[in-house]
């Protein structure tokens, strides 16, 4: 059941169809539209997105979860990249018109959507800053496979939120890889916990302090 004042879209992607929901802040007027994309194995409805949006609400943050199109027409791999990317940017053109004035519009999600939205913003992809979770660095077990080449294109605000025991981001290499990056990215590293970054009130106040500061 949707909250008060939520609702549904129906999002048009090169001549298909996909699902969205847009959930206002609560107790607070909304500072910000966060587009939330789902890992790889989820969807938007999966419990890890709606605690995400549970604990975001709460602090300033409208939140607009979907499903990519593979989710959305029960498909199992998820569609290559250009067209979660492409599912991803109607969902956040749409989102925008209902954003109201004002707003800081800030993409990212879960792994594969955080994954997504950095390549939109590396590409010029009009954002006012990514919030990351459990981004994956390289597939498990394979190190050398970084997905790292276009983190120094990324010039709007980030926070990007892993596990100290994320399989998908070895943290030495994801420091390295931070090097060569020269826009504002707050890493913040939770300490035992793994890829599937269960989503507590620590995070919600990490994100809100964030956003107190963009």
Known sequence: MLGAGSFHLCIRVDGEETSAVIEPAVETP?????????GAGSHMNHHSMLKLSEVLRPRGFDVVRFDFLY????????????KLQACMKSVIEKARAHAGPGKKIIIGGHSM???????LAAE??????LLL???????????????????PNIRVPVLCINGTRDTLC???LMEKALQPVKTRWQMQWLEGKDHSLPVTDEVGEIAARWLAEL
């Open 30 to 38: 909304g500072k910000a539209l966060f587009v939330a994309g789902h």
């Open 71 to 82: 989710r959305e027409k029960g498909r199992g791999p998820p569609d290559r990249m250009p």
């Open 113 to 119: 959507g955080g994954r997504v939205a950095s390549m």
């Open 124 to 129: 010029g992809f009009v954002c006012d800053g």
């Open 133 to 151: 979770l459990a981004y994956p660095l390289h597939p498990a077990g394979k190190p050398e496979q970084l997905r790292d080449a276009h983190l």
């Open 170 to 172: 070895d943290r030495v």
